[in-house]
């Protein structure tokens, strides 16, 4: 991170976590990301990348809350999700 770049919290990284997951989650016809953390194992591995994902956004909240704030941190996973999907919409 340069160091004019305000800090995000790994909200980039698990951003991408969780749209892998739910991406891998509503091609096995789970979509809902707990339910699929909950589903059985599958080779797949649709399960694992939900749990991974929401343990990512777990620890991310952990860290961002008690430094930022609900209302930072919610906005750092807004901005994050706009930068995914804007780089998902101009990939070729």
Do not use: H, W
């Amino acid at each position: 991170m340069r160091g004019d770049e305000p800090a995000d919290f790994g909200a980039d990284v698990t951003v991408r976590s969780l749209i892998v997951a739910q991406q891998k989650c509503k091609a096995a016809g789970v979509p809902d990301l707990y339910e699929c953390a909950e589903a059985p194992l599958s080779p797949t591995g649709e399960r694992l990348a939900a749990r991974a994902a929401l343990d990512m956004y777990r620890i991310f909240q952990q860290g961002c809350l008690d430094t930022a704030g609900a209302g930072q941190c919610e906005a750092l996973m807004e901005t994050a999700y706009r930068k995914a999907n804007a780089k998902q919409t101009s990939s070729p």
